[in-house]
């Protein structure tokens, strides 16, 4: 820590005997030479003053862009180990018999990619419903899914998963992978109630393959809507401009503190471009919250029970 300040030596008092008669000081020189005194001694108070207010101030500047950059580097150190990369692969047919599958994923090919976190201790895997619709919906077993994920000794693990529910009209979905034996670190779930616009987040997801990649950015807007794979319309939806590309579905939307705020989902992009724009929204956390319990138990949602 550079610390900025003013060193007073201890005045040293020294004895002069001069034994030259000196000639009485007219009044007129006298006033002089205090009014002199004087000034010097304001100007010296002043430059003192000046220095002591400023210096800590210079200090301040110097630390503050380390200290944000370190915190910045814990929290990505914190919060990744719970973020995974999610592989969506299609298994081959043998080429004599067409309804022969061959379950070997050197013969699969990758149909997509996401991303997802950490939700519990058991291996639930929170993530976007679009990044697994062609598990969901396969017919034949065709389909498989692949999960990498780290442990908590930072050692990488890829496990195959398995669809427990999913919610098409919030875009949401829950895998499961097997953790027997595995110690994960599952995530810090804030609230997005309270949020305001201009506040600090950050993205971490596994964009065109890239794993574990930061994105930093502010809130840019509350109260969007952006549409579900069913149709529907996701209320609520949190605006960022932190970027959010293909393979970032899924992925956790985190404050300053490390809590997800969100689910990272959409990205608004000129037609064929698929590049992000700036505009980018996540599914608020407390919506996610309030259905991925009855995912776990169910598979379906509350309102599809009945």
């Given at each position: ?88 692969l299609e298994l081959a047919k043998g080429s004599n018999d067409s309804t022969k599958v061959l379950a070997d994923d050197d013969n699969a090919k990758v149909e997509g990619t996401g991303s997802g976190f950490i939700w519990d201790k058991f291996g639930h895997i929170v993530t976007n419903y679009h990044v ?175």
């Open positions: 820590m550079v610390v900025l300040g003013v060193v007073c030596p201890q005045p040293q008092h020294i004895v002069v005997s001069i034994r030259t008669q000196i000639p009485p000081i007219s009044t007129q020189t006298q006033y002089c030479t205090r009014r002199k005194a004087l000034i010097f001694t304001s100007s010296m108070i002043s430059s003192f003053i000046y220095t002591s207010h400023h210096s800590p101030a210079t200090a301040f500047q110097i630390e503050m862009p380390q200290q944000e950059e370190d915190r910045l580097v814990h929290l990505f150190q914190d919060t990744s180990p719970s973020v995974v990369f999610i592989k969506d697994i619709t062609k598990l969901a919906t396969d017919n034949i077993g065709l389909q498989r899914c692949k999960v990498s994920l780290v442990n908590t000794k930072g050692e990488s693990i890829v496990k195959d998963a398995k669809i427990v529910g999913v919610d098409p009209a919030y875009d949401l979905a829950v895998l499961k992978v097997d953790v027997e034996g595995v110690e994960v670190k599952p995530v810090s779930v804030g609230t997005s109630r309270g949020l305001r616009v201009g506040q600090s987040c950050f993205a971490i997801g596994n964009p065109y393959g890239f794993e574990n990649t930061l994105t930093t950015g502010v809130v840019s807007g509350l109260g969007r809507e952006i549409p579900a794979p069913n149709g529907a319309a996701i209320k609520g939806a949190i605006q960022t401009d932190a970027a959010i590309n293909a393979g970032n579905s899924g992925g956790p939307l985190i404050d300053s503190s490390g809590h997800v705020i969100g689910l990272n989902t959409a990205t608004f992009t000129r037609r064929g471009s698929g590049m992000s724009s700036g505009v980018n929204f996540a599914i608020p956390i407390d919506t996610v919250v309030r259905t991925i319990p009855y995912l776990i138990v169910y598979g379906t949602s509350y309102k599809d029970r009945y």
